[in-house]
């Protein structure tokens, strides 16, 4: 395996508050991991670092290899246009979807291809196909997202971010949203991608999803890394307190003995 | 007192040929006024401080000042200060140009900033531009809300153009006044250009308000 | 094109321009308070039950809503005395067309406050045995006005703009003085941005304070 992603000792600070406090991370290409933790403790945070929708106040990031940014004078400095390019690298799918609503869901699902990667119409439109009828949504092309049930949007959200070919995808809780009985098709479709290799990071409360489909899982509290490790021994014995609290609070999902 | 229409009727044309004119001072104080308006807008919205300070002066001091104050001082004070021959109709293109692009910034800004920020982070997180992003997926959002604010805007641009006459341009008013002189018939000149500026501005007005009603039908809100 | 900014021409004509200033407080205050308050009767007006008092008030705001203002102050300054044999001077004349231009408009910025307040507030009142007039006066007007303010402000904004249209038919206001000053000092660079800077400096602050009005007004909400 080889590694995909790593993060070396990430730290975020709006004004005078800490949000992350260190956090050293290597994703190995395929992996699925999943990040838990209550609310407020940065897992947000951290995921909007990692594609620098917020730019980290120190750290380093690697991706495939490559440092992101150039390091002068001890500080890490980024271009604007290497950020972009950046982003069109890394697969982000959001609690509300953020669909474009004047956009048809194949115009959605061409958007990026097309103004980022300046790929030709026909093309994209073929990749968006392909992406649509991934997610099982091929028929819906030609509508607008304002039709769609929540879970439907949130799986063309999916596909647009697919479209773009990420190297690794993140999720912020995608199915927090959505009214319980359209959970499980969403999380039907990122089961799929796990198994398919795509190389992923979740936020999510959903424990059966993390219980089955990761490979690791973080326990994020207050800005670090509080504990982590493979989810059939983490979630069911974890090692701190602060672990088995969170766990207790989400007791409605059941773990299999 | 008696109402007689002929002497006017006779000279229908000059007052045809007044609303030519003002049509023409109002197209065109729209067509440098939007893109400037546009401008001024994003200047206003731009983290580079300095920038934003200078478009937000500007509006501010466009939508603060009278604009019969505005038109004089383009057309008696430019001159001197850059040497150029002022014609009324450039006083009157500048002036409103300006003007209005005062008012189209504050309604450019007020539908950018009503879009989700949903929006910004979806177009962002697939690697667009902030340009990109305000080209594709902002702006045709926020210009589809900001419709029947630029349209009421537009009509007051259109009573607004009513000034140049007393720069001696000869638009609709300038026409009246010259007429209401030759035929001595100012009741009946004054009634009628009234009536016209009612009937056009009334449509107008009808026209926008059927949009607005459309637009609401639509699900699209609006922004004022 | 270096021009030499003399300000001192200004200064010197200050108690010509004060004339001016004075001219246009003057009709600023006696148009807003005509305008704005003559609006509330034919915002109310338009809000009637009956066609004979609501259709002449809708009448009366579209026609003075959907002319221009010059217009309106020229039609009463030349047209009007012909129709009526009533002179009109150019404060009369000034006074007329920028007030019932406003009565119009602040006729539609009260009906939309009356008409935002919900049915249930109307029922409140009934429900405690008050009629439809001590409704309106004690329960809806208040709270509509509180409402309208913002938009009320706007307007009074414009009016006090509108003042200089009243130089066009020789009322002595602001820039009426400018243009004499200028006229005989031949300096319209340091006249009209006078009169510029001085509308700026008034109105600015008020702007500012309407944005903080709004604020306040939305959280009160
Ligand atoms: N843009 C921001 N500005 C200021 N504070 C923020 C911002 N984004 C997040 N925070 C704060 O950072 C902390 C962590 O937020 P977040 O990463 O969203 O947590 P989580 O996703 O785990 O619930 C919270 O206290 C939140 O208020
Ligand atoms: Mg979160």
């Keep these: 395996m080889s590694e995909i992603l790593r993060i070396e000792n990430l730290h975020k600070s709006f004004g005078d508050l800490e949000v992350l406090k260190g956090i050293d991370l290597a994703v190995q290409a395929g992996e699925t991991v999943v990040l838990l933790g209550s609310s407020g403790s940065g897992k947000s945070t951290m995921l909007r670092c990692l594609n620098f929708m917020e730019t980290p106040t120190e750290g380093k990031i690697h991706l495939n290899g490559e440092l992101i940014g150039t390091e002068r004078g001890g500080r890490m400095r980024y271009r604007e246009a290497e950020l972009c390019a950046l982003r069109a690298r890394i697969g982000m799918v959001f609690q509300h979807f953020n669909l474009f609503p004047h956009m048809t869901v194949l115009e959605n699902v061409m958007e990026g291809q097309v103004i980022v990667l300046g790929r030709g119409k026909p093309e994209a439109q073929d990749k968006a196909m392909a992406q649509l009828d991934r997610v099982g949504l091929a028929e819906k092309a030609a509508e607008y997202p304002a039709r769609l049930s929540g879970g439907q949007k949130q799986r063309v959200a999916i596909a647009r971010a697919l479209a773009m070919d990420p190297e690794v995808m993140l999720f912020d809780e995608v199915t927090s949203a959505l009214d319980p009985e359209l959970v499980g098709e969403v999380l039907k479709t990122i089961r799929q991608l796990a198994e398919d290799g795509m190389t992923m990071l979740c936020v999510t409360h959903e424990l059966g999803f993390a219980y089955h489909v990761a490979n690791r899982v973080l326990f994020l509290h207050e800005g670090t890394i509080l504990e982590q490790g493979e989810p059939q021994s983490i979630l069911k014995a974890p090692a701190t307190d602060r672990m088995s609290e969170f766990l207790e609070g989400h007791s409605l999902f059941k773990l299999p003995d | ?224 | ?221």
């Design chain 2, 1 to 224: 007192m008696e109402w007689n229409f002929l002497a006017v009727l006779r000279d229908f044309d000059l007052l045809m040929l007044g609303l030519l004119n003002t049509l023409k001072v109002t197209g065109l104080a729209l067509l440098f006024g939007v893109p400037l308006g546009l401008a001024l807008a994003l200047s206003r919205l731009s983290t580079f401080r300095i920038l934003s300070g200078i478009a937000g002066f500007i509006v501010e001091f466009f939508r603060t000042t009278p604009p019969l104050v505005q038109l004089f001082w383009f057309f008696f004070a430019l001159p001197i200060l850059i040497d150029v021959r002022m014609t009324p109709l450039i006083a009157a293109v500048v002036t409103f140009s300006i003007q209005s692009s005062a008012f189209f910034a504050e309604i450019f800004r007020g539908g950018i900033l009503s879009i989700d920020k949903g929006q910004w982070e979806g177009a962002k997180a697939i690697g667009m531009t902030y340009g990109q992003c305000q080209r594709r997926i902002i702006l045709p959002q926020a210009i589809k809300r900001m419709i029947p604010a630029f349209m009421e805007r537009s009509i007051e641009l259109l009573k607004t153009t009513t000034l140049v006459s007393t720069v001696a341009y000869t638009d609709l008013m300038f026409q009246a006044n010259e007429l209401a002189q030759k035929t001595f018939r100012p009741l009946e000149v004054y009634t009628i250009v009234a009536a016209i500026y009612f009937v056009l501005i009334f449509l107008f007005s009808q026209f926008s308000i059927a949009v607005e009603h459309r637009l609401a039908k639509s699900g699209e809100g609006t922004v004022r």
């Design chain 3, 1 to 221: 094109m270096a021009h030499n900014w003399d300000f001192a021409t200004i200064l010197q004509n200050w108690p010509v321009l004060w004339v001016g200033i004075k001219g246009t407080v003057f009709i600023f205050v006696i148009t807003a308070i005509l305008g704005l308050g003559g609006g509330l009767i034919v915002g109310i007006a338009r809000y009637s039950k009956s066609p004979f008092v609501s259709w002449p008030a809708r009448a009366f705001v579209e026609v003075f809503r959907n002319t221009p203002v010059l217009v309106q102050i020229i039609w009463f300054y030349y047209a009007f005395p012909i129709l009526t044999g009533i002179e009109t001077d150019p404060f009369l004349a000034a006074v007329l067309g920028i007030s019932l231009n406003t009565m119009a408009f602040s006729a539609e910025i009260y009906r939309a406050g009356i008409q935002s307040i919900n049915r249930a507030q109307w029922e409140a009142g009934k429900a405690i045995g008050m009629n439809y007039n001590q409704t309106l006066r004690r329960i809806i007007l208040p709270v509509a006005v509180k409402r309208v303010l913002p938009a009320l402000t706007n307007r009074g904004i414009e009016v006090f703009k509108m003042s200089t249209l009243a130089s066009v038919v020789g009322y002595v206001e602001t820039l009426n003085q400018a243009k004499l000053i200028s006229d005989l000092n031949f300096n319209p660079i340091e006249s009209y941005t006078a009169v510029a800077v001085i509308f700026f400096v008034v109105l600015y602050p008020v702007v500012q304070g309407t944005y903080v009005l709004e604020r306040m007004l939305r959280k009160g909400d």
